[in-house]
């Protein structure tokens, strides 16, 4: 029951259960209007698309979380939640990566994640190890 979890919960609940991935139990965390938008501006409408993305990326990722800070919004049924920490994993040719930064924010609306904006740096990454 996802309204009895507080906003850090819910957002470190979800990012676990995607990083699994398993994008049909994340669901339950998300609004079904949810927006996601990711680094470069690509927008989504659900977590299997994130899932997806990532496949394409990576061989497999998972972050490592550093911090979560929420910022309470002007009732007590709305936050913003950051997730800030390092992405490890191995690219599709399967070199190890790990340190990889990333900043995610979250818009949580009456025990649902209504907005996800995620941030990092491997686009960076990917560009040196083609130079």
């Not at 399967?94 to 907005?115: C, K, M, S």
Request: negative net charge; proline residues 5%.
């Amino acid at each position: 029951m996802t309204d009895a979890l507080s906003p850090k919960d819910l957002v470190e609940t979800f990012l676990r259960t995607i990083m699994i991935p398993d994008p049909v139990a994340a669901r339950a965390y998300v609004s079904p209007d949810l927006g996601i938008r990711f680094t470069g501006g690509r927008e989504m409408k659900d977590p299997s698309e994130c899932s997806a993305f990532n496949a394409s990326r990576y061989a497999w990722v998972k972050k490592k979380f550093e911090q979560t800070d929420v910022v309470e919004g002007a009732s007590n049924a709305h936050a913003i939640v950051y997730n800030i920490g390092t992405l490890y994993g191995a690219w599709p040719d399967g070199t190890l990566f790990e340190g990889n930064r990333y900043v995610d924010r979250y818009v949580v609306r009456d025990g649902l994640i209504v907005q996800m904006d995620v941030w990092n740096d491997s686009a960076e990454w990917l560009l040196l190890r083609t130079a």
